[in-house]
């Protein structure tokens, strides 16, 4: 288990990394005001669905029904060319459409703004598109246990987009908004690239070719495979995605804010995605085919096991992490952003943003783990219907909050959203099964540990504050 972990770990690490040094140059050469929340708002949507699809929903409906198939071949390619010719279809209506789509996303701005969007939201979409090949090979992939391409294969966008920037810095921001999204195609189609070798290696391409084949011929045998997937999907991408949805939320709702706000929220949520990825995303996707696996085979007490592993192993981590971040917001957002366009008061207006982001690490992670059972055992309308509460919910708080705080109210509301639903997946799991993760002696460190770092941190901070002059 660990070592799928760490391969998945060290896969986003390299990506988020390479992320990072990207939002850097973003940062400087397009800074936090409307050529940002531009590019953030077209390239926000495209990355919603990447998301759902290559960390959620797909693979979550995929994998256990393509374990349980008895036509696993003409299942896999069936299910493939239904949702590839629906992806298309929905690209070209939103390239054919793009200023209406865009009035949509980006709601709260002026005309002028949304005519200079529209088709930069139109090109951004296609990204899609690629990531859904990715995603479908990813599965494929990680059904016969090999993570490593699709784990590293994500640095490859980030890699296509720094070269985009460093193309675009003494452009004009416009052009530069252009030449990155581009950037985005390009690395959607390196992505892929990247899949089809290791595919290749894999003997993936022999499953593709026979249910190719099986669906060119109307094949039908695969009939009752497709519909339980059918039945679902739809229901996991309103289960598995209510941090995504939410963070999209914030971004449409921010658009009535003042100029930057996006962009502040986009920044700050980077910085947060990065332990959950590393650690939350990287553990969920590595334990699911083990879960799934050992769950169709009746062996529940190993299933568990594992859980209770990866319990453990998140909750120091991601607690750790949301300790030191609320602690050294402003010296994070500092070290990474403020470069070039990226000034002062930005800072601080986006480590404000950070710290309300981070409460919410350890609820969305640990949910995530929880969600598993459900998803293992084919419960995924339970899982809607939890996220579909979750949602409502970060509307409402959403709405009240932005009045008083801004994007930083958008932000908590999140985190809010986060222990609403990390309170009901854990009912949903049963308390009963939760009786047996806890360990007394675990519990004791785990605590001592917070102590220590919140300490030795607050304590670093009152020495370096003068020297970083905040």
Same mark, same amino acid.
């Given at each position: 288990?660990?070592?799928?972990?760490?391969?998945?770990?060290?896969?986003?690490?390299?990506?988020?990394?390479?992320?990072?040094?990207?939002?850097?140059?973003? @940062?400087?050469?397009?800074?936090?005001?409307?050529?940002?929340?531009?590019?953030?708002?077209?390239?926000?949507?495209?990355?919603?669905?990447?998301?759902?699809? $290559?960390? /959620?929903?797909?693979?979550?409906?995929?994998?256990?029904?393509? @374990?349980?198939?008895?036509?696993?071949?003409?299942?896999?390619?069936?299910?493939?060319?239904?949702?590839?010719?629906?992806?298309?279809?929905?690209?070209?209506?939103?390239?054919?459409?793009?200023?209406?789509?865009?009035?949509?996303?980006?709601?709260?701005?002026?005309?002028?703004?949304?005519?200079?969007?529209?088709?930069?939201?139109?090109?951004?979409?296609?990204?899609?598109?690629?990531?859904?090949?990715?995603?479908?090979? *990813?599965?494929?992939?990680?059904?016969?246990?090999?993570?490593?391409?699709? @784990?590293?294969?994500?640095?490859?966008?980030?890699?296509?987009?720094?070269?985009?920037?460093?193309?675009?810095?003494?452009?004009?921001?416009?052009?530069?908004?252009? $030449?990155?999204?581009?950037?985005?195609?390009?690395?959607?189609?390196?992505?892929?690239?990247?899949?089809?070798? +290791?595919?290749?290696?894999?003997?993936?391409?022999?499953?593709?070719?026979? *249910?190719?084949?099986?669906?060119?011929?109307?094949?039908?045998?695969?009939?009752?495979?497709?519909?339980?997937?059918?039945?679902?999907?739809?229901?996991?991408?309103?289960?598995?995605?209510?941090?995504?949805?939410?963070?999209?939320?914030?971004?449409?709702?921010?658009?009535?804010?003042?100029? *930057? $706000?996006?962009?502040?929220?986009?920044?700050?949520?980077?910085?947060?995605?990065?332990?959950?990825?590393?650690?939350?995303?990287?553990?969920?996707?590595?334990?699911?085919?083990?879960?799934?696996?050992?769950?169709?085979? /009746?062996?529940? !007490?190993?299933?568990?096991?594992?859980?209770?592993?990866?319990?453990?192993? =998140?909750?120091?981590?991601?607690?750790?992490?949301?300790?030191?971040?609320?602690?050294?917001?402003? !010296?994070?957002?500092?070290?990474?952003?403020?470069?070039?366009?990226?000034?002062?008061?930005?800072?601080?207006? @986006?480590?404000?943003?950070?710290?309300?982001?981070?409460? /919410?690490?350890?609820?969305?992670?640990?949910?995530?783990?929880?969600?598993?059972?459900?998803?293992?055992?084919?419960?995924?309308?339970?899982?809607?219907?939890?996220? +579909?509460?979750?949602?409502?919910?970060?509307?409402?708080?959403?709405?009240?909050?932005?009045?008083?705080? /801004?994007?930083?109210?958008?932000?908590?509301?999140?985190?809010?959203? *986060? =222990?609403?639903?990390?309170?009901?997946?854990?009912?949903?799991?049963?308390?009963?099964?939760?009786?047996?993760?806890?360990?007394?002696?675990?519990?004791?460190?785990?605590?001592?540990?917070?102590?220590?770092?919140? +300490?030795?941190?607050?304590?670093?901070?009152?020495?370096?504050?003068?020297?970083?002059?905040?």
């Amino acid at each position: 288990m660990f070592k799928s972990i760490f391969t998945n770990s060290a896969g986003i690490l390299t990506s988020r990394v390479l992320g990072f040094l990207r939002d850097m140059l973003t @940062a400087s050469v397009l800074g936090a005001g409307v050529y940002s929340d531009i590019f953030f708002i077209a390239f926000k949507l495209p990355n919603l669905f990447r998301n759902i699809f $290559a960390e /959620g929903a797909f693979s979550q409906s995929f994998i256990p029904s393509f @374990a349980a198939s008895s036509h696993k071949p003409l299942f896999s390619m069936s299910v493939f060319a239904r949702l590839m010719l629906w992806i298309i279809g929905l690209s070209l209506l939103i390239t054919i459409f793009q200023r209406t789509f865009t009035e949509l996303v980006a709601f709260g701005y002026s005309d002028e703004i949304k005519m200079i969007a529209a088709p930069i939201v139109a090109i951004n979409f296609y990204y899609l598109d690629l990531i859904f090949i990715v995603t479908f090979l *990813g599965a494929l992939l990680q059904y016969r246990k090999h993570f490593a391409t699709t @784990a590293f294969s994500t640095a490859l966008l980030n890699v296509a987009m720094i070269t985009a920037l460093f193309i675009a810095k003494d452009m004009e921001k416009l052009d530069a908004i252009y $030449a990155l999204s581009w950037g985005v195609l390009a690395g959607g189609l390196l992505q892929v690239i990247a899949h089809l070798v +290791a595919a290749k290696k894999k003997g993936v391409f022999r499953l593709i070719k026979i *249910g190719t084949a099986r669906v060119l011929r109307g094949d039908k045998s695969a009939t009752d495979d497709t519909k339980r997937f059918n039945r679902s999907f739809l229901p996991s991408i309103a289960g598995s995605s209510t941090a995504q949805i939410s963070a999209f939320v914030d971004v449409w709702l921010a658009t009535f804010l003042a100029t *930057g $706000a996006i962009s502040y929220l986009y920044y700050a949520n980077r910085i947060f995605q990065l332990p959950l990825a590393v650690f939350a995303i990287a553990t969920s996707m590595a334990l699911f085919p083990s879960v799934a696996k050992a769950l169709n085979r /009746g062996e529940e !007490e190993a299933a568990l096991a594992q859980l209770k592993k990866a319990f453990w192993f =998140l909750s120091f981590l991601l607690l750790g992490f949301t300790v030191g971040g609320i602690i050294l917001s402003k !010296e994070v957002i500092w070290l990474i952003y403020e470069h070039g366009n990226f000034h002062r008061n930005d800072t601080n207006s @986006a480590s404000t943003v950070l710290a309300m982001y981070m409460i /919410g690490l350890a609820p969305f992670g640990l949910s995530r783990l929880f969600s598993l059972w459900l998803y293992s055992k084919h419960q995924q309308l339970k899982a809607a219907k939890i996220s +579909a509460i979750s949602l409502l919910c970060n509307a409402l708080l959403s709405i009240i909050l932005m009045q008083f705080l /801004g994007a930083a109210g958008l932000a908590l509301s999140g985190s809010l959203t *986060g =222990l609403i639903l990390f309170s009901l997946t854990l009912k949903a799991f049963g308390f009963a099964r939760l009786k047996g993760f806890f360990d007394a002696k675990l519990f004791a460190i785990l605590v001592l540990f917070l102590a220590a770092e919140a +300490a030795s941190l607050l304590i670093f901070r009152e020495f370096t504050v003068a020297y970083l002059r905040f």
